[in-house]
């Protein structure tokens, strides 16, 4: 299992950012994915998910209304759209999924929303 993020990076508030995750070594149509973030000094925490299918989705109330989690199955990809951006949504994003109880886990990409 290999799961590969990209689209952080440095951005003002009120800015937006699409994260992508792309997944590989399994058959991603069958499994929930999920965003996580951490922000320094604190604990790592669920942003977002989305059924194996794509029909629901799950969000952290502070970012309901402005993030948007989507999957392509077809690109074994699943996106994080981020929009209204806020200081305190800095940290490393994370996407994850479980197969067989085990949680698989991207390096994470870096965002920063500062003036």
């Known amino acids: 299992v290999q799961l590969v993020e990209s689209g952080g990076g440095l951005v003002q508030p009120g800015g937006s950012l699409r994260l992508s995750c792309a997944a590989s070594g399994f058959t991603f149509s069958n499994y929930d994915m999920r965003w996580f973030r951490q922000a320094p000094g604190k604990e790592r925490e669920l942003v977002a998910g989305?059924?194996?299918?794509?029909?629901?989705?799950n969000y952290k109330d502070s970012v309901k209304g402005r993030f948007t989690i989507s999957r392509d199955n077809a690109k074994s990809t699943v996106y994080l759209q981020m929009n209204s951006l806020k200081p305190e949504d800095t940290a490393v994003y994370y996407c994850n999924t479980v197969r067989w109880r085990l949680n698989y886990w991207g390096q994470g990409t870096q965002v920063t929303v500062s003036s």
């Open positions: 989305i059924l194996s299918a794509g029909g629901s989705t």
